[in-house]
């Protein structure tokens, strides 16, 4: 077992549509393990979808037969910035109604400032893992660096503890005795989850499950 404790550094503003309140889109303090998988490089969707349903299950679980595992981040030092933006074709607004006058329809987006950071791990049952430097996210495709440590042979422990990372409830079969809804598309995360089982300690006082994989529960 291979387990990469990770961390991202954003060099330009980083935007998702994590949570939407009238007119203002947030972004959260925490990323999507589905959408660090695809910006590793780890899976890829088609360029091109004449349909646009995700498929999540499709390209991310065969990882599993490799042994790959990403958690979400959880953001270490966040800041944020604030943007007015003008609709255009975007499918990603509220719709209004028609005024009697010509007014632009506009929206504030949340996004995530530079020099934010985030940590999140990365597990490999078999493989050594080469990682690329810079990777991008988010809707403004927003460039981000990312460095790791290596941590070979991590010992699994028994017992309670306290996960240091977000969790993709899906994925883990461990018993949840209390967390953090976290509730964003395209599936709800939970943080500062207390669990019982077996679990590896990292350094920082990260501590994860042991055998997460993707849509495990659901298998």
Partial sequence: ???????????????YASREVGRLYETEQCLHNYALTYALGLAAAPYFQPQQI??????????????????PARGVEVRYSLSTFKYAN???HLEM???????PSFGR?????????FEFVVLSEQERLTL????????????AALTWDEIEDPQPRSGLYTVGVPLNPLDVSGHFIVFDLLSIPPVSLVQHAQMEGEHYELPHGLQV???????????
């Fill in 1 to 15: 077992m291979r387990v990469y404790l990770c961390r991202l550094v954003m060099h330009e503003n980083l935007f």
């Fill in 54 to 71: 995700p498929r999540y299950a499709e390209e991310l679980t065969p990882l599993n037969e490799r042994g790959i595992y990403v958690t």
């Fill in 90 to 92: 975007n499918l990603y």
């Fill in 97 to 103: 109604e028609k005024g009697s006058r010509n007014t």
């Fill in 109 to 117: 987006a949340k996004e995530v400032a530079v020099e934010s950071s």
């Fill in 132 to 143: 690329p430097h810079w990777i991008r996210l988010g809707l403004w495709r927003s460039k």
């Fill in 209 to 219: 499950p042991v055998g997460m994989q993707y849509f495990r529960t659901s298998q």
